[in-house]
């Protein structure tokens, strides 16, 4: 009779046997995802010293494919040579501990491809709207609100994406221009009304109802209207008119100079700032949130791009690509050394605070977000992304980190320091989105705002669960 082999010798081939299976298991799952990866490659190259169009972590996971895969030959060689592989029990521990390893590989295979978002929800696309989009509008964060106003008619969506209210047009009417903000809660409009065609009707309607809170008729409106502090104010033909932003009722009416061409306005607690064309050519106008009275005047420098107006409170604006941030006596407090800053194209500017945050074209296709103190027009800090990567979006989340939309190979989604413009943790892949070129982010929401009927008008991203 043939003698059993040792204890000892059983156990060094089950061990043998099972981490055998293990690192196939592992080296299988391993292969599969580089081919998943490699399929869902960008169109852009991915090649040894041109990775931009590589997925991420795909190097370190063929590494490991080919570690996985070269453990486990050697561990075959000697089960086989050791004739391990006859055992019963051998084999219920390895098929266990080869089903339990997937596990970790699985674990690592999500460390090394970083997070990753995919679409959670959307709005089927409506009907064609009359031009483009117009903007949109958050609600309270806690509601999860957000608003998208069209030539057509504006739509409200709650915190789970469904449509929660429509203020739709009247036949031969349109929507004309919306406030930038809505502070408290409230957004303005201007409608077309017969006599006066696009801007001769404003309306103050609560984001989160959809409610109409006043109206009232102004000939003659010029650009869109804005909203801060408790005012609405907008411009016309002749004067820069203040209304109370709760109840509609005219706060204060300040006549334009003689000859004077209005172009912007901005609306702020403090004060009001008003861009013009004067004979004097363009000049940023400083007015008393109460009274509505000149408190100064500023001639604007101008280059081969318009002058824009940033905030009314800190008062400060962009004139010959520079920012210029004015104290209380509208004197310019310009930092020499500060980059580049566009006021056409596709520029992205996002004021949270006292900060403004700026995409800036450096060298020639590169773009770099920077951000500028508006209290004294400091430049605070710069943040490159890689080469050839556009910024698409900016937003402040909840937390008070600055959201980014990057895209070049894929769409990445940053979150950024305040302070340092340092990201907070690993940027998160968007997958399989379908982004207009303009759209506006609220935390997992995107709105889009391109003309574009084909794409949904709101969806909603989430972390991926799976490959």
Known sequence: MDTPPPLVKRLRDHVRLAAACAFSAVAVLYAVLCLKSAADMSDVVCS??????CPRGLGWLVLWTLVAGSAAAGLWWSVVKGR??????GWVMAVVLALVAL???WLGFSWLRGPHMDLFSYQAPGSAVVGKPLGSWAGPPATGFVVRAGADGVTGYD???RRGWSLRVPAGGAVCAMSADSPSGTGLLTFATVLDGCGGRLVAVDVTSGKQLWTTNIPHLVGRPSAGGSLAVVATADAVLAHDLATGAERWRSPLPAGAVP???AAGPDRVLLLARTDQGVELFALGARTGAVAWRFPMPVGYESPRIVSASPAAAVGAGRLLVFDEAGRPQPDGEAPYVPTTGPAEWLVAGDVL???VPEREQREVLAAF???DGRHLWTRAFEDEWRIRALAADRTGRIAVITEGAYTHLWHLDPGTGKPRGESTVLRRLRLGESFALYGRTFVNLDDDTRLPPIFDVAPTIGW
């Open 373 to 375: 103190s508006l209290k």
């Open 263 to 265: 172009m912007e306005v």
């Open 84 to 89: 391990g592989y006859r055992s019963a029990v």
């Open 159 to 161: 915190g789970e994406g």
């Open 48 to 53: 040894v010293g041109h990775t931009a169009g």
């Open 103 to 105: 596990g970790p590989a």
């Open 357 to 359: 945050y700026a995409s």
